[in-house]
């Protein structure tokens, strides 16, 4: 495969799109149009697997019966979450977590069953499945922002009950809600940030030589 | 957060680095300018984070005598690998599945210790910060493709042997070992596909409609 390096505008571009990127909970509504959705799902399919297992499912939700019962089980888990946090639980309750009501396409990310048979690279690391599904959500997540759209990644919900709702064979797990479509602005910052819930840490404090905790 | 979608030409560099993106196990020696380590560190920083938790951790290999221990540890697991692999086991041993030893720069990710004081996003699926370090090194991934540099994620080695040689704390979690540095060629396509190991699935494949298992 040749030229190794991309050009200084391709790289701007990259760069920019990963600097860009937001957990959008705000959406405006509208469409995404079926061969942008494939284009995107495809980004997202380009992503590296583990022994190449490709464990990514993706549940495209159209009837809207079942996006409000998603929406209620996400509901009924932001409740339990905000009962766990304890003296952070106002502040939590003044989040907008979710945008499964407005968003234009929703989808639920799930593993599949039968993962057990892929050994290559997961024999001592297993949990490797849902790190290769999480590189092609963000695949989907960047691609998604060059096309001017948000997603959100909501993983407020019961598993199990989600796995009930949308006949997931034994063995398989929902992992996320994907709220994607037009937003009226993306975040300047992430929300949280904006929202004063958390600071962010800046990356020298994360990263080591050597040893943990050791400094550059 | 102003234009909403991007130009055509930012839209294809994004869409090409996802596409060209190749998890590299063949390497070129070399070196990583100091500061394109940094910018590439940076840019897996700006990954999305379950309630902005930001759970990731980068150690920077640069003693030999660390990075030969672990070579020794994924040759380890290697051969372990085989064996539990019984019928294809001739066939995974003459995949060469890292490039511990060749890649300019080594990087080992892990989750960090106290994890369970991040109850967002987490209560019902606590993986999800491994999610979030997944999708960082995603960017990682795009960005040092982008750059020329490729760069290999290795799960092939025993999580507890590797916490004990970098001294990682009680909680802390390495999930992956990272070659990265310049590489004489891509891979046209997933190495597993071109040595004939896996058969990448259609998408079509892997994508519902409201119900596990049933085609748009």
């Not at 993706?58 to 009962?83: D, G, K, M, N, W």
């Not at 064979?169 to 940030?193: H, K, N, R, S, W």
Request: hydrophobic share 45%.
């Amino acid at each position: 495969m040749s030229s190794p390096r991309y050009s200084d505008a391709e790289r701007a571009a990259i760069y920019r799109v990963i600097r860009e990127r937001r957990d959008m909970r705000h959406f405006s509504g509208g469409e995404v149009a079926p061969e942008l959705l494939a284009q995107l799902l495809e980004a997202a399919h380009q992503a590296p697997s583990v022994g190449l297992m490709q464990p990514w499912r993706f549940i495209r939700i159209t009837r809207p019966a079942l996006r409000q019962q998603l929406h209620s089980l996400v509901e009924q888990e932001r409740l339990r979450t905000a009962e766990a946090l304890g003296e952070r639980s106002a502040a939590f309750m003044q989040l907008k977590v979710e945008g499964i009501r407005d968003c234009a396409e929703l989808l639920v990310a799930a593993l599949p069953e039968g993962r057990e048979a892929h050994v290559f690279g997961r024999r001592t690391l297993p949990q490797m499945d849902l790190a290769s599904l999480a590189c092609a959500i963000q695949n989907l997540w960047l691609a998604a922002r060059a096309e001017g759209l948000g997603l959100g990644w909501v993983s407020l919900f019961d598993p199990q009950a989600v796995a009930e709702l949308l006949g997931l064979p034994a063995g398989a797990e929902p992992v996320a809600i994907l709220c994607l479509g037009p937003v009226t602005a993306f975040y300047d910052q992430p929300m949280l940030v904006e929202q004063g819930w958390a600071a962010p840490r800046p990356l020298a404090e994360l990263v080591y030589t050597d040893h943990w905790g050791e400094s550059p």
